[in-house]
């Protein structure tokens, strides 16, 4: 089945970086395109950035216009969010989502901190 699993998220500096995992199975990763959002405690879930099954096109949220790259390996099934220049307010819980057959799949997440 399909399969999403988060990780590198951590507790970091303002100005700091990251660099989010998603492992991807159960599906062939170069025929969609991805998705990472982010989630605040009592908050909605809010798309961050996208990218095509290629990986030619990518679009970013406002907010991380600059700061934020996404990218993929589709021999290795992962997809990558690089974060620089980290906020207070991008602290969150981040996922990684695919929609494959009509049907939108999420990880569990991983929780980014932002705090000195």
């Known amino acids: 089945q399909v399969r999403l699993v988060e990780s590198g998220g951590a507790l970091v500096q303002p100005e700091g970086s990251l660099k989010l995992s998603c492992a991807t199975s159960?599906?062939?990763?170069?025929?969609?395109?991805m998705m990472w959002s982010r989630q605040t405690p009592g908050g909605e879930r809010e798309a961050v950035a996208t990218i095509s099954s290629t990986g030619d096109s990518t679009n970013y949220a406002d907010f991380v216009k600059g700061r934020f790259t996404i990218s993929r390996d589709n021999a290795n099934n992962i997809v990558y969010l690089q974060m620089n220049g980290l906020k207070p307010e991008d602290t969150a819980t981040y996922y990684c989502n695919v929609r494959v057959r009509g049907t939108n799949y999420w990880g569990q997440g991983t929780q980014v901190t932002v705090s000195s």
């Open positions: 159960g599906f062939t990763l170069r025929g969609y395109a």
